[in-house]
């Protein structure tokens, strides 16, 4: 996981990726998948956003940092489980996206999609600010049973939650493959997505469909939170770390496509736990940007887009 | 020409100010707006005369307030020999940048992002080297006096301020009237018509992010000698980069005096919060958030289009 505050500590020695234990190797691929399959999950709704309305959110990361806090609080004061706040936190969010859109981002537009980039930018800052405010900036966790439990999984530990979170994020994957690919709503989002203008001449009501997906994004961001809080933390920067990854994963996959951010996803999470591991902390994140900036230079399409 | 003459009596106003004024917060206040007015304008020169919206401005920024900082502590440099490299060293900074980003075609949110990955990168890099003093930064030693740019009262670094955030209205008044003021105003318009009419679309974009590079650099420099500190956080962080962006469009982009505008806004607002909600972190910043969504919903133009009417 990446993360500022972290960055000030120590640097770990470098090791050649060559001189260390296969058995190290494994477990920190098997490491960076689990981790990857929440990425994948965050990217995904961010891709889902841009293949529809074309806009880049960039509230996506406030916006998680505000159901990371949901899921907190929900535990905290109600003592429910974060697996099964998912029920309540999914609705939530896709409220909140819809709301949202239909409130603020919509009307904001005027149109035009540099309006939109800035507007979303304007409402992570009130949001990144509004828990600082509340919430002050302590980090946040919280302790479940499992939070400590491993399982052995060919000889690497790997965290309950990971594992979880890894199965957890895939499932998520399939219903929303499955709503998008199998049903009326899902047909008019595509529909959207291709030819906006088409849409609305055969009565798809455009704003409404929009509104929706970005619903449906934010509600991914639910569901992450939810699989993310048990082994992790909260305050009010932690979006920053996630939102240039999910940007970098999308950007990777294929901006708008499904299946890119979900390998995306994979592929930057091992890379990062691959990084940390031979460059160290600290400098082990660049491997992620140096991918993002030469992605987007000389593929700004992805690996699996169709075009710019 | 009128905007040349409302610079000019800004300037002597500014300058002047000193003389009937001694409270160092007035000065001080009136310092970080100039300060504040520059790197608006650093953004405005590249976001609002040539449409390239950049989310990583620190990156300028912080090259300049290390350049400056490190000039001066590893190789003895002077201060006023110090700003001049920095703002060179900003300068390439732009070329480089824009000429990758340029060169590949970037527009609109995908320039946006790879700036904000740029800032980030170097963030990383400053944060892990010790040249750069890794994550615990870098003390400028004290060192009072004029001739090493460190002032005693606000007095000194109100003019400095004043001088940097002048040159930077003298080329957004140029950016007006001149040819290729018009260029770039063509290539933000609309990129393909100004290319058909044989505007080098990519010369003219690199020249503003070159400028805007070495201007937002300055503001860096400005900073480092200010406050005697900075650290990768300070200086790559997303919050100066929010901050170019902000007084630029609130104040409204692609006019002159925008970012002077926004900058009097911010800083005026950021008082009035400072005093009326005790410090609260956090506070003023939501402020600036909400404004920010509130000028693009009902003022798209900044304060600055009330002025000019309609268009």
Redesign the interface.
């Given at each position: 996981m990446i993360f500022w505050i972290k960055a000030t500590k120590k640097l770990n020695p470098p090791a050649n990726l060559f001189m260390l234990d296969p058995a190290i190797i494994f477990a920190s691929v098997l490491n960076g998948l689990t981790t990857g399959a929440v990425y994948a999950l965050i990217a995904l709704g961010l891709t889902l956003i841009y293949g529809v309305l074309h806009i880049i959110n960039f509230a996506h990361g406030a916006a998680l940092m505000m159901a990371l806090y949901g899921v907190y609080f929900l535990h905290e004061k109600l003592g429910l489980d974060p697996y099964v706040s998912l029920p309540i936190m999914v609705p939530a969010m896709f409220a909140a996206g819809y709301l949202l859109y239909r409130g603020v981002i919509g009307r904001a537009s005027h149109g035009k999609d540099e309006n939109i980039l800035l507007i979303t930018l304007g409402l992570s800052i009130i949001l990144e600010n509004a828990a600082l405010y509340f919430f002050k900036s302590d980090t946040l966790s919280i302790d479940t049973p499992y939070t400590l439990s491993t399982v052995n999984i060919f000889g690497a530990m790997i965290a309950v939650p990971k594992v979880v979170a890894f199965f957890g994020a895939l499932a998520t994957t399939v219903v929303l493959l499955l709503v998008i690919g199998k049903t009326s709503l899902g047909r008019a989002i595509r529909a959207c997505a291709k030819e906006r203008q088409g849409a609305r001449l055969v009565g798809i009501d455009v704003d409404h469909v929009f509104a929706m997906s970005f619903g449906i994004g934010l509600a991914c961001l639910g569901a992450a939170a939810c699989f993310l809080l048990p082994a992790y933390y909260v305050n009010p920067q932690v979006g920053n770390g996630f939102v240039l990854i999910a940007f970098t994963i999308v950007v990777l996959g294929g901006m708008g496509s499904f299946v890119g951010a979900l390998i995306g996803g994979f592929l930057i999470g091992v890379v990062e736990s691959l990084g940390g591991l031979v460059l160290g902390e600290s400098l082990g994140q660049i491997g992620i940007f140096v991918i993002f900036i030469v992605v987007l230079l000389f593929r700004p399409q992805g690996l699996f887009g169709a075009r710019a | 020409m009128r905007s040349l003459a409302a610079i000019a009596i800004l300037v002597v106003a500014v300058a002047a100010l000193p003389l009937f004024v001694s409270s160092g917060v007035t000065l001080g206040f009136v310092t970080m707006v100039l300060y504040a007015t520059l790197l608006g304008q650093a953004w405005n020169i590249l976001g609002g005369f040539g449409?390239q919206?950049s989310?990583g401005h620190a990156v300028f920024f912080g090259t300049g307030a290390y350049a400056m900082a490190v000039l001066q502590m590893r190789f003895g440099f002077n201060a006023w020999l110090a700003l001049p490299c920095a703002m060179a060293l900003g300068a390439v900074a732009g070329t480089l940048l824009g000429a990758?980003?340029f060169r590949?075609?970037?527009r609109?949110?995908?320039f946006?992002?790879?700036t904000?990955?740029?800032a980030?990168?170097f963030?990383?890099?400053a944060?892990?080297f010790d040249f750069t003093g890794a994550?615990v930064g870098l003390q400028l030693p004290l060192q009072e006096g004029a001739g090493a740019m460190q002032f005693a009262g606000e007095t000194g670094y109100l003019y400095l301020a004043l001088a940097l955030a002048t040159i930077s209205l003298l080329f957004a008044w140029w950016l007006k009237h001149s040819r290729y003021g018009a260029w770039l105003a063509a290539v933000r318009d609309n990129e393909d018509s100004a290319a058909a009419l044989g505007v080098n679309a990519f010369r003219v974009k690199l020249a503003a992010i070159t400028v805007s590079g070495a201007l937002m650099a300055a503001g860096g420099a400005f900073y480092v000698q200010k406050f005697h500190y900075i650290d990768?956080?300070l200086a790559y962080g997303?919050a100066i980069s929010?901050e170019a962006?902000l007084s630029a469009?609130i104040g409204g982009m692609g006019t002159i005096f925008g970012p002077l505008l926004g900058a009097v806004v911010l800083h005026g607002l950021g008082e009035l919060t400072r005093n009326s909600l005790s410090s609260?972190?956090?506070?003023s910043?939501?402020i600036?958030?909400?404004l920010?969504?509130l000028i693009?919903?009902f003022m798209?133009r900044g304060i600055a289009g009330l002025f000019e009417g309609k268009r």
């Open positions: - | 449409g919206f989310f990758l980003s590949y075609g970037l609109g949110s995908y946006a992002l790879v904000l990955a740029f980030e990168v963030r990383i890099l944060n892990t994550g990768p956080h997303a929010v962006l469009i609260a972190p956090g506070a910043l939501i600036y958030g909400a920010l969504v693009i919903m798209p």
